[in-house]
């Protein structure tokens, strides 16, 4: 496993502060615009949207969004912004009336963006969206909330959001779904007692998540590539096109399994079962298979959290094999096993073991639990409500996914400071 480009630490507040006074001054004036604005913002007003980033993910919520305004639920696309030249032509050449934006700074300062989606790389996660609750905007923000190495910079950004009065969904859309609904409801029904552990995984055959595709021309760092703003707070290294990418293999960047893909299996149980930050985190793991390029980030990964519920959770992953094995949460009286597990969408059917009486099968769901996301972010934005996914939530998934990849890359058992609220190794 190599290690890191810098060591495994947050950014410091003063840092991220000397980092963001370049565009003090105009997210101040678009903080009072956009503010100003919400204050009279009727049910029937429609939203306008900004994409901060593109790439494959960004371009699915753009879809979706576009789908939404077509349908007339009171949304559209205002503005899109990527570091990539060719890719932010091609995203506005796809809705009609949208500005082109390269620096995601001046989309925040467009006043007819009222919400803001993110889905850049990790490590941009939460300085953007920093940015955007500074200039007064809502913020859809794909999961994980940020960088395994920024779980300081993460609680800011709850902090700020909370002083701010922001609306911020965290792309978990599990939360969002029909079928893991049925699991709270027998959860909260008392249906297998009390929870005292469960077991969950991810598995895949195959490392196309990390190597991704790369143009075959000779692209360089310039107006229609912005290198420096890809690498936001990451260590200040020479460009490669692999980097800029497919820079889900790197650390500097992302976290494999545990970052990429735990948030879809483990998110879910974390909201179903009420759980906070856990108090201590174990992992293992390390690249057992795809060894034969400049793969930094593990392909086969392990965590274990506990958590002060009196809960232990494990969750297992491999990208060598894809056979399935039943999630389960087991709790003194019995035990929920789930079947035909499509973590995206859903799964088939769940079924109830109770220790006394007849097990019993229950449908489950696969529709569109994204677009469920979005609709409850969109009336939440209405409403001033709080969504499904919110920024506190994310906070709390954030801790347990740095405190393994620390413990990892560290080779230390890491725990929960609840004084401090502050990761120890």
Same mark, same amino acid.
């Given at each position: 496993?190599?290690?890191?480009t810098?060591?495994a630490?947050?950014?410091?507040?003063?840092?991220?502060l000397?980092?963001?006074?370049?565009?003090?001054?105009?997210?101040?004036t678009?903080?009072t615009?956009?503010?100003?604005r919400?204050?009279?913002?009727?049910?029937?007003?429609?939203?306008?949207?900004?994409?901060i980033?593109?790439?494959?993910?960004?371009?699915?919520?753009?879809?979706?969004?576009?789908?939404?305004?077509?349908?007339k639920?009171?949304?559209?696309?205002?503005?899109?912004?990527?570091a990539?030249?060719p890719?932010?032509?091609?995203?506005?050449?796809?809705?009609?009336?949208a500005?082109?934006?390269?620096?995601?700074?001046?989309?925040?300062?467009?006043?007819?963006?009222?919400v803001?989606?993110?889905?850049?790389?990790d490590?941009?996660?939460v300085?953007?969206?920093?940015?955007?609750?500074?200039?007064g905007?809502?913020?859809?923000?794909?999961?994980?909330?940020?960088?395994?190495?920024?779980?300081?910079?993460?609680?800011q950004?709850?902090?700020?959001?909370?002083?701010?009065?922001?609306?911020?969904?965290?792309?978990?859309?599990?939360?969002?779904?029909?079928?893991?609904?049925?699991?709270? &409801? +027998?959860?909260?029904? *008392?249906?297998? %007692?009390r929870?005292q552990?469960v077991?969950?995984?991810?598995? @895949?055959?195959?490392? /196309?998540?990390?190597?991704?595709?790369?143009?075959?021309?000779?692209?360089?760092?310039?107006? &229609? +590539?912005?290198?420096? *703003?890809?690498? %936001?707070?990451?260590?200040?290294?020479?460009?490669?096109?692999? @980097?800029?990418?497919? /820079?889900?293999?790197?650390l500097d960047?992302?976290?494999?399994?545990?970052?990429?893909?735990?948030?879809?299996?483990?998110?879910?149980?974390?909201?179903?079962?009420?759980?906070?930050f856990?108090?201590?985190?174990?992992?293992?793991?390390?690249?057992?298979k795809?060894?034969?390029?400049?793969?930094?980030?593990?392909?086969?990964?392990?965590?274990?959290?506990?958590?002060?519920?009196?809960?232990?959770l494990?969750?297992?992953?491999?990208?060598?094999?894809?056979y399935?094995?039943?999630?389960?949460?087991?709790?003194?009286e019995?035990t929920?096993?789930?079947?035909?597990?499509?973590?995206?969408?859903?799964?088939?059917?769940?079924?109830?073991?109770?220790?006394?009486g007849?097990r019993?099968t229950l449908?489950g769901?696969?529709?569109?639990?994204?677009?469920?996301?979005?609709?409850?972010?969109?009336?939440?934005?209405?409403?001033?409500?709080?969504?499904?996914s919110?920024?506190?939530?994310?906070?709390?998934?954030?801790?347990?996914?740095?405190?393994a990849?620390?413990?990892?890359?560290?080779?230390?058992m890491?725990?929960?400071?609840?004084?401090?609220?502050?990761?120890?190794?």
């Amino acid at each position: 496993m190599k290690k890191p480009t810098q060591p495994a630490a947050t950014i410091t507040r003063r840092q991220f502060l000397e980092k963001s006074a370049k565009t003090a001054t105009f997210l101040a004036t678009a903080s009072t615009v956009l503010i100003s604005r919400r204050n009279v913002l009727g049910a029937n007003e429609t939203l306008g949207v900004g994409f901060i980033g593109v790439g494959g993910r960004g371009s699915s919520h753009l879809g979706m969004v576009q789908g939404l305004a077509n349908t007339k639920e009171g949304v559209r696309v205002a503005a899109i912004s990527d570091a990539y030249g060719p890719r932010l032509r091609s995203a506005v050449d796809r809705c009609e009336g949208a500005k082109a934006y390269p620096k995601h700074q001046d989309l925040l300062a467009d006043k007819n963006v009222d919400v803001v989606c993110i889905a850049t790389p990790d490590r941009l996660h939460v300085p953007q969206a920093l940015d955007a609750i500074r200039a007064g905007k809502d913020v859809y923000c794909e999961k994980p909330m940020g960088h395994w190495s920024q779980f300081n910079l993460a609680r800011q950004f709850f902090q700020e959001t909370q002083e701010r009065k922001r609306v911020v969904q965290i792309g978990n859309q599990g939360n969002s779904s029909k079928a893991w609904k049925v699991v709270e &409801d +027998l959860v909260k029904q *008392g249906a297998i %007692g009390r929870p005292q552990h469960v077991q969950v995984g991810y598995f @895949r055959g195959g490392d /196309w998540g990390e190597r991704m595709p790369v143009p075959k021309e000779n692209v360089q760092p310039g107006p &229609d +590539l912005n290198w420096e *703003g890809f690498l %936001g707070d990451a260590p200040k290294v020479p460009f490669t096109k692999d @980097r800029f990418f497919s /820079w889900h293999k790197y650390l500097d960047y992302a976290g494999g399994p545990c970052t990429d893909l735990f948030p879809h299996v483990f998110t879910p149980i974390v909201h179903v079962l009420g759980l906070k930050f856990p108090s201590v985190a174990a992992s293992s793991g390390g690249i057992f298979k795809y060894d034969t390029y400049d793969r930094e980030v593990p392909d086969t990964f392990t965590m274990l959290l506990d958590y002060p519920e009196r809960l232990s959770l494990t969750v297992v992953s491999t990208l060598a094999n894809d056979y399935m094995t039943e999630p389960a949460i087991r709790g003194d009286e019995g035990t929920i096993t789930l079947q035909g597990t499509q973590w995206e969408t859903g799964f088939d059917s769940v079924t109830v073991i109770p220790k006394k009486g007849e097990r019993k099968t229950l449908p489950g769901d696969k529709s569109n639990s994204t677009l469920a996301h979005w609709r409850n972010f969109l009336e939440c934005v209405r409403s001033r409500g709080k969504p499904v996914s919110d920024v506190e939530f994310g906070l709390h998934v954030q801790a347990a996914m740095s405190m393994a990849m620390l413990g990892f890359l560290n080779k230390k058992m890491a725990r929960f400071d609840f004084a401090k609220q502050e990761i120890v190794l």
